[in-house]
């Protein structure tokens, strides 16, 4: 388990790619695996445009019942989101995509968790189990 | 950053996607495919993703504006080689490409351009 730096364009690709490993390696099928990474790409580029960059721990994790998954966290620094609700509706954005990104990445994982605080940064937390 | 090249066979551009794709990268593509077009008159542009194991919001919006914008041109657009897993995650993530068509795969996107069965 390592954080993975967050500060441009490469490194989103560089925490798909790691995601994707740890999800194959979490015997997951390729559908999760993918809703997995795609989840992680939304997340990724958040931090990067959003946040102003910061880091991704990328971990493999067993459930109490003893399943496998992976879970990465992304923190940041960045001003926050003052408005929760609004950044989680779809179709809301404030920058040049389809406001899908933190919509549609809560809705591919089956665990999702965001922390903010307005001026001090962002954190979310996101897992897939292998089913 | 990474290219990715398009090439001209008869009056259709052909783009084979072979690298993971960063932002910058599809970004470029957008401008590269609208300067072709121009130049060239294609009437054209099937973008084949066979390899592409991911389409996130970001990706899926600009392959959607390649589709639109294309059509300013007078050119189709057709989208190539989804893999199943990438199709199943893009309808879950909410995204609609509008502005392109799909095919299963290149010949039979080049028969959707050419106006056949």
Same mark, same amino acid.
Request: no cysteine; hydrophobic share 45%; proline share 2%.
């Given at each position: 388990?390592?954080d993975l730096p967050i500060r441009?364009?490469?490194d ?21 695996? &993918?809703? =997995? ?5 939304? %997340? ?9 960059g910061?880091a =991704? ?15 990465? =966290? ?13 950044? %989680? ?15 549609? =990445? ?7 968790? %965001? ?6 940064? &962002? &954190? ?8 | ?15 084979? !996607? ?19 077009? *121009?130049?060239?008159? *294609?009437?054209?542009? !099937? @973008?084949? !993703? ?8 970001? @990706? ?14 007078? *050119? ?26 799909? *095919? ?14």
């Amino acid at each position: 388990m390592e954080d993975l730096p967050i500060r441009a364009g490469d490194d989103v690709v560089r925490v798909r790619q790691q995601v994707r490993a740890v999800a194959a390696a979490a015997g997951m099928s390729l559908i999760d695996q &993918t809703k =997995a990474v795609t989840a992680a790409s939304e %997340l990724a580029r958040n931090t990067l445009v959003h946040g102003g960059g910061g880091a =991704a721990r990328i971990e493999k994790v067993t459930s109490a019942a003893g399943r496998a998954g992976v879970r990465v =966290a992304f923190e940041d620094s960045g001003p926050g989101i003052t408005d929760l609700d609004l950044a %989680l509706t779809d179709g809301w954005s404030t920058g040049t995509g389809m406001g899908l990104g933190l919509s549609g =990445a809560r809705r591919l994982v089956d665990e999702f968790s %965001l922390t903010t605080e307005p001026g001090s940064g &962002t &954190t979310v937390v996101m897992t897939k189990w292998a089913r | 950053m990474e290219r990715v090249p398009i090439l001209k066979i008869g009056s259709t551009l052909l783009v084979s !996607i072979q690298v993971d794709l960063q932002d910058q990268s599809v970004q470029q593509l957008q401008e590269d495919v609208a300067e072709r077009i *121009a130049a060239t008159g *294609a009437k054209g542009v !099937i @973008i084949d !993703i066979t390899a592409v194991e991911i389409v996130d919001s970001f @990706i899926g919006r600009m392959l959607s504006m390649i589709g639109s914008m294309s059509r300013l041109f007078d *050119a189709q657009t057709v989208l190539v080689g989804m893999r199943p897993a990438v199709a199943i995650t893009l309808v879950e993530l909410g995204l609609t490409l509008d502005g392109v068509q799909t *095919a299963l795969n290149t010949e039979k996107g080049l028969r959707l351009l050419s106006g056949g069965p």
